[in-house]
């Protein structure tokens, strides 16, 4: 896993190795000071040389100032490293959802998501920066720090790292705790994530049942678990701080008692005697440094994991190698011995075929649930069909690329899906970088462009979060406007005018008409007043497609259609 770690730091390799540099240098001067203490104390100041200690100080005041902007440096490009690193982790994990197939947004709740792509990284910028930096100053400085003591008096120096294996205990328990525990605070955040996003999404049904209680209990319920998470932290934060405070403190203490000790009896200097406090502080400085890596490691490992994980899954339908690109197609579209089910064992239809010519209007018809959007669903291939093949123009769709199939495939679904943006954003969708004449002229052919004139802003007005300010058939019209903005050769309409009053839903779909003129059109209608009209109909029902046929020749046969029509 450390591997995969360091492979982002090669693109910045040099920012990497000015801050590691800076930082190591930063450390020799920080390992020179006591040392310079000690020659100024002992040799300096029994010279009682005014001039000499003046310019002693001021080579002091230079040396400080160099670390001073050593320090700069370190602070400032050592967290532009780690942000760098951590906004290409981000830009990769968004890179991949956009990737993943429709199963595997059935299956992933999008809080957790959400919470993948931001807090789970937040923390790995800081271990990207910190870790290797600080392990390696804190291994130099521990092993230079006790070199330094050693040469100053080797029985202190002996007597300080006595406590090392005391504070090492202290840092290796706490630190696999710490890890554990922020795997559960991740999750715990996604959680909670999940259920804001579920309520704010859904706060007109909650609002609607009056289930604020309801809702504020599960939120609760979850915030308390965060809270009992986060707690068990800081407690192994507090107990892991405070002991090994107590262990420095300590031995702070027993070196004045010892060091006095060698003075009183000749072996040390006064000098050596300052020279080494100093040096025990730069000795446990490492350990305070690896105790603040052991709080931020765990927490940037544990994301990165995750990171991973995501990462890891594979997209489930990608294109086929030496898939071809294909554009305008005709529309001839096959469905031959095709089955499918959502679960391994489950098949929603077994062994159906499906002929669509081009420009033809085929409707899908059926008692709920016996997978009219499934089928429909296969041919932008959101799904991977189990047996069979589907063809378009002869060619099997696993055989053309995702992007340039999609482009071939307009949907205008039952709960159309808009953007936050503006009326112009939602039709320009359609064909990104379209002209205003063709925005224009999109929106006047959904009719669409008496609203637009009446509006304060015309295009430009702003539809709220997935389009609140707008009525359901205005929405309707958006998302047929973007379709003539497409202009795919194939469309697949989802129950499109289910939820509109009759005018409404008349005018609705002449548009729909108007639109699916010279398109293949695969139409899943529930309505059969409005697919008498369509070229075939094809009624499925438990155990796949029972009948196809027009209007009138399944009218005359007398079979599930026409019971269907007579139930209506
Ligand atoms: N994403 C999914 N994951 C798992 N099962 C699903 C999924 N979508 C639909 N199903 C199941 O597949 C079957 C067919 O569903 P589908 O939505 O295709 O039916 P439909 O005929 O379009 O229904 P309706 O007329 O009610 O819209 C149903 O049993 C449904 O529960």
Known sequence: MLAKFFAYYRPWKTLFILDFSCA?????????FPMAIRAFVDDLLPTQQWGLILLASAGLLV???????????????????GINIETEMRRKAFDHLQKQSFRFFDDNNSGHLVARVTKDLEEIGEVAHHGPEDLFIAAMTFVGAFALMFAVNPKLALITAAIVPLIAWITSRYGAQMTANWQQIYSRVGDFNVRIVENVGGIRIVQAFANEDHERRLFARDNANY?????????????????????????????????????????LSNGGFVGFLL????????????????ETYPKGIAGFRRYLALLESEPEIVDRPGAVSVTALRGDVRYSGVSFG??????????????????????????????????CSLLPRFYEIEAGSITIDGIDIRDMTLVSLRSQIGIVQQDVFLFGGSIRDNIVYGRLGASEADILEAARRARLDDMIAAMPDGLDTVIGERGVKLSGGQKQRLAIARMFLKNPPILILDEATSALDTRTEREIQRSLEELSRGRTTL????????????????????????????????????????SLHVLQ
């Open 227 to 267: 809270r009992r998470t986060k707690l068990e932290a800081y407690r192994i934060i507090a107990a892991s701080s405070s002991l090994s405070y107590m262990g420095t403190r300590l031995i702070q203490l027993v070196v004045m008692v010892a060091g006095s000790y060698f003075v009183l009896r000749g072996e």
């Open 24 to 32: 190591v240098v930063s450390a020799l001067l920080e390992l020179g």
């Open 342 to 375: 959502y679960a391994k064992g489950r098949s929603v239809f077994r062994n159906v075929d499906l002929e669509i010519r081009a420009g033809d209007t085929v409707a899908v018809v059926g008692p709920s649930g016996t997978g009219k959007t499934t089928l």
């Open 63 to 81: 040396i400080y100032l160099t670390n001073t902007a050593l320090i700069a440096v370190v602070v400032y490009w050592g967290h532009k490293l």
């Open 279 to 294: 040096l025990v502080n730069v000795f446990f400085r490492p350990i305070d440094k690896m105790l603040s890596v052991i």
């Open 523 to 562: 139409v899943i209608a529930h309505r059969l007043a409005t697919i008498r009209n369509a070229d075939r109909i094809v009624v499925v029902d438990h155990s796949g497609i029972a009948e196809q046929g027009t209007h009138d020749e399944l009218m005359r046969r007398g079979g599930a259609y026409s």
